[in-house]
């Protein structure tokens, strides 16, 4: 069957309610015990979350027994998919033996080796328990090492739930100030203001006024934290000129570069700062280095890490954590890991070259205004006619969001699970043919929603 030959006539409008019978079942059971039904902020819901039952490679099964191709692949964490046999193998044995000790374990030492050797810069590890621990140490280690309490970051860019990293992540046309000055924006209310004081905000790839930014407040500044292509603020690149340029000046007053990977060490073997030419002082990892468990990481030059060096009595940076370097997280980052070899990489770089490549060739045949970004595994598509070049214009207006909101029910009427709001990720079990079904599939969506399109070229972009 052809992918047009399965369309419902009412997905003109977007289709029937996108989940089915079990997952509403199991929404209202979940409204009995979370706040809003949910856990987490970043689950989407079209108007409910789809209930997942188990995943299998490329693919996962929801509630109601119905297949999706999965480019969310828990935001983008597994690398191989679901259920990838070398990680579950590793996990039953080390099950056997026990989840988490008090002491050190060997398989610590292993996958640290493993990060040292492949990632250029560095040169030691500690590890903890997610992204977001990993982002708010690898701060804490530039204050340690610098004694300054402040940091700049890119507008739009997320890294997690440290509220120094928060700031600025949910900028609106409202609030974000003027261009040549992006406003330090609150994340919740009753956010300190003295958190909002000690972050700088740069425009991204903005190389005038973000120089002028980190010299005005260098003195105070203990680390610039850079994503190389920061996904929520438009899965846009770092310009090799940008990087230059701010490097330069946090070199030249004592400012650490910090480069978050929690995302895009997927980029390439030895990850993405290498890839883009970035380079950093300290890293702060995730997701795929701990193989679909749990996990976080702070790397860096060994004279930086030596602030969590507590061999000689208190350090610098005190940093624990009950459940940091379990062997249940090692091992099955190790093994996920040691499996992502340059041809795994070639792989899922191919792929992701096909559907951009197809993405864009459907875009220029139906000229629509859509755009896509992206590199390596990672990809975005933006409703507007050229792709953005920073946070404000990656900004999702009212129409822009309908339009993502319909697409993304669209590709789930298809089998295909395209976030909505962030990027979409590949896996290595993916094949061509999961590739062409997803360009397929934006083929006959543009097809079909012509209607849309007046609407999001008047309103579609941010102003
Ligand atoms: N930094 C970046 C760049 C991320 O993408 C994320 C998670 N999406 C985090 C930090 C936070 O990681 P976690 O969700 O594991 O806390």
Request: net charge neutral; proline share 6%.
């Amino acid at each position: 069957m052809s992918v047009t030959d399965d369309l419902q006539p009412s997905s003109k409008s977007g289709g029937p309610p996108a989940v089915g019978e079990r997952s509403q079942q199991a929404y209202r059971r979940a409204r009995a015990v979370f706040p809003d039904g949910t856990t987490r902020i970043s689950i989407e819901r079209d108007p409910l979350p789809r209930y997942v039952s188990r995943g299998d490679g490329a693919y996962l099964w929801d509630l109601d027994d119905r297949r999706f191709l999965d480019l969310n692949n828990n935001y983008t964490t597994l690398i191989h998919g679901h259920a990838y046999a070398p990680v579950a193998e590793t996990l039953t044995r080390q099950l056997a033996d026990g989840s988490c000790f008090a002491n050190p374990t060997e398989s610590e030492i292993a996958l640290a080796g493993l990060l040292c050797e492949r990632i250029p810069h560095i040169d030691r590890v500690r590890f903890m328990n997610s992204g977001t621990e990993a982002v708010m140490f690898a701060i804490k280690a530039a204050r340690a090492y610098s004694g300054r309490p402040a940091i700049a970051k890119i507008e739009g860019a997320f890294h997690g739930s440290y509220d120094w990293a928060e700031v600025g992540q949910a900028s609106t046309p409202d609030n974000w100030g003027s261009a040549q000055q992006p406003a330090s924006t609150a994340f919740y209310r009753g956010m300190p203001q003295s958190v909002l004081d000690d972050v700088v905000i740069l425009p991204l790839n903005a190389i005038d006024i973000a120089r002028k930014l980190l010299r005005q407040h260098a003195g105070r500044l203990a680390a610039l934290l850079l994503d190389p292509m920061p996904s929520r603020a438009g899965l846009i690149a770092l310009d090799p000129d940008y990087i230059a340029a701010i490097s330069e000046i946090c070199n030249a007053c004592g400012i650490l570069i910090i480069s978050d990977e929690v995302l895009n060490l997927r980029q390439s073997y030895r990850g993405a700062a290498h890839r883009y030419g970035l380079k950093a002082d300290l890293f702060s990892l995730g997701k795929i280095i701990g193989g679909g468990l749990p996990i976080g990481a702070v790397g860096g030059r060994e004279e930086v890490m030596t602030v969590f060096d507590g061999s000689r009595g208190r350090p610098a940076l005190p940093q624990g954590g009950t459940f940091s370097a379990n062997p249940l997280s090692m091992a099955a980052g190790y093994a996920a890991m040691a499996a992502l070899d340059d041809a795994a990489f070639a792989h899922l770089e191919s792929l992701g070259d096909h559907i951009r490549d197809g993405l864009s060739a459907a875009i220029e045949r139906h000229d629509a205004p859509f755009s896509v970004t992206g590199a390596a595994s990672l990809l975005r598509l933006h409703p507007r006619r050229s792709a953005p070049r920073n946070f404000r214009e990656a900004f999702l207006t009212p129409a822009g969001k309908a339009a993502m909101t319909a697409l993304s029910r669209f590709y789930g009427h298809h089998g295909v699970l395209l976030p909505r709001e962030t990027c979409a990720s590949l896996s290595t079990p993916m094949t061509v043919t999961d590739a062409r079904h997803v360009v397929a599939v934006f083929d006959a969506f543009l097809a079909e929603q012509r209607e849309l399109f007046p609407t999001l070229e008047r309103d579609g972009a941010a102003p």
